[in-house]
C-alpha cells in the first residue's frame, strides 16, 4: 500500500491590532463678540444705577469701565483740585467739580476729568440746557472751561491724547494732563499746541482761570 502523508497542520497567526490615528480636531471657531449695544448719554444717567461702585465714561456710545485710580492718582488730583477750589471760590470765578463728574461733550459721550472747572461765565450761558439754573442733577451738558487729568500707570498714550481731543474739540479752553512719574504737566489749548511743564516751572490759569499760579512742584507732595 502506497503510505498516506499527512498534511502538517497550517502555523496560526496572531492576530494584529492596528492602531487607528486620532483624527484631527478641527481648530474651534474663534467665538464671536457680542454686538455691543450703544446708548445715548440720556440713557446713560439712567443706567447710573447700574454702576453704583465703578468707575464709567461713554465713549461714542459704548460704556467703558475704569478700574479705581490708585493712591498716588488720588492725592495728586485732590491736590491740584483743593488749589483751584481755594481760588475760584475766594475769587468767586465759578465752581470747581471732583473727580469723576460726569460732562456731556456730545449725544454719546460723557467725559469725566480728575478736576474740571466751570466759570461763572459758562455756567450763566448754559442756563437754557439747565431749565433756568446754573446747577444740575444730571451730567453737566456742556464741556468745563478747565478740565484736568492725572495720568495713571495703566493709562495708554493713545486714550489719552483722545481725551484731550474730546475735550477741546467740544468747547474746552484749557486741559492739563499730570504726569505724577516724571512730575510734570502738559498743558493744552489746542490738540496741536502743547507746552510741558517741569517742577520749577509756574503752572498758570491765564486767561482761563484768571489769577491762579502755582508752582509745579507744590502739586507732587
Given at each position: 500500500?502506497?503510505?498516506?502523508?499527512?498534511?502538517?497542520?497550517?502555523?496560526?497567526?496572531?492576530?494584529?491590532?492596528?492602531?487607528?490615528?486620532?483624527?484631527?480636531?478641527?481648530?474651534?471657531?474663534?467665538?464671536?463678540?457680542?454686538?455691543?449695544?450703544?446708548?445715548t448719554a440720556d440713557e446713560f444717567w439712567e443706567m447710573q444705577a447700574d454702576f453704583p461702585n465703578?468707575?464709567?465714561?461713554?465713549?461714542?456710545?459704548?460704556?467703558?469701565?475704569?478700574?479705581?485710580?490708585?493712591?498716588?492718582?488720588?492725592?495728586?488730583?485732590?491736590?491740584?483740585?483743593?488749589?483751584?477750589?481755594?481760588?475760584?471760590?475766594?475769587?468767586?470765578?465759578?465752581?470747581?467739580?471732583?473727580?469723576?463728574?460726569?460732562?456731556?461733550?456730545?449725544?454719546?459721550?460723557?467725559?469725566?476729568?480728575?478736576?474740571?472747572?466751570?466759570?461763572?461765565?459758562?455756567?450763566?450761558?448754559?442756563?437754557?440746557?439747565?431749565?433756568?439754573?446754573?446747577?444740575?442733577?444730571?451730567?453737566?451738558?456742556?464741556?468745563?472751561?478747565?478740565?484736568?487729568?492725572?495720568?495713571?500707570?495703566?493709562?495708554?498714550?493713545?486714550?489719552?491724547?483722545?481725551?484731550?481731543?474730546?475735550?477741546?474739540?467740544?468747547?474746552?479752553?484749557?486741559?492739563?494732563?499730570?504726569?505724577?512719574?516724571?512730575?510734570?504737566?502738559?498743558?493744552?489749548?489746542?490738540?496741536?499746541?502743547?507746552?510741558?511743564?517741569?517742577?520749577?516751572?509756574?503752572?498758570?490759569?491765564?486767561?482761563?482761570?484768571?489769577?491762579?499760579?502755582?508752582?509745579?512742584?507744590?502739586?507732587?507732595?
Amino acid at each position: 500500500m502506497t503510505p498516506v502523508l499527512e498534511k502538517s497542520a497550517a502555523p496560526k497567526l496572531k492576530a494584529r491590532t492596528i492602531a487607528k490615528k486620532p483624527i484631527a480636531k478641527k481648530p474651534a471657531a474663534p467665538k464671536k463678540r457680542a454686538p455691543v449695544k450703544l446708548v445715548t448719554a440720556d440713557e446713560f444717567w439712567e443706567m447710573q444705577a447700574d454702576f453704583p461702585n465703578e468707575r464709567t465714561e461713554l465713549v461714542n456710545g459704548e460704556i467703558r469701565k475704569m478700574a479705581p485710580a490708585g493712591g498716588e492718582h488720588g492725592v495728586e488730583a485732590f491736590e491740584i483740585g483743593a488749589l483751584l477750589w481755594l481760588h475760584v471760590k475766594k475769587k468767586k470765578l465759578g465752581v470747581i467739580c471732583a473727580a469723576e463728574t460726569g460732562f456731556v461733550i456730545s449725544n454719546k459721550t460723557v467725559r469725566a476729568p480728575d478736576a474740571a472747572f466751570i466759570s461763572q461765565a459758562r455756567l450763566e450761558a448754559n442756563r437754557g440746557k439747565m431749565d433756568g439754573e446754573i446747577r444740575t442733577e444730571k451730567f453737566w451738558p456742556f464741556a468745563p472751561d478747565l478740565a484736568v487729568e492725572v495720568v495713571s500707570p495703566g493709562d495708554r498714550a493713545g486714550e489719552v491724547a483722545d481725551k484731550v481731543r474730546d475735550w477741546l474739540k467740544s468747547g474746552a479752553a484749557m486741559v492739563w494732563v499730570i504726569y505724577p512719574r516724571s512730575q510734570t504737566i502738559h498743558v493744552f489749548t489746542a490738540p496741536e499746541t502743547m507746552q510741558i511743564l517741569e517742577a520749577d516751572d509756574l503752572l498758570s490759569g491765564g486767561e482761563i482761570v484768571p489769577g491762579f499760579s502755582c508752582k509745579v512742584r507744590d502739586i507732587f507732595v
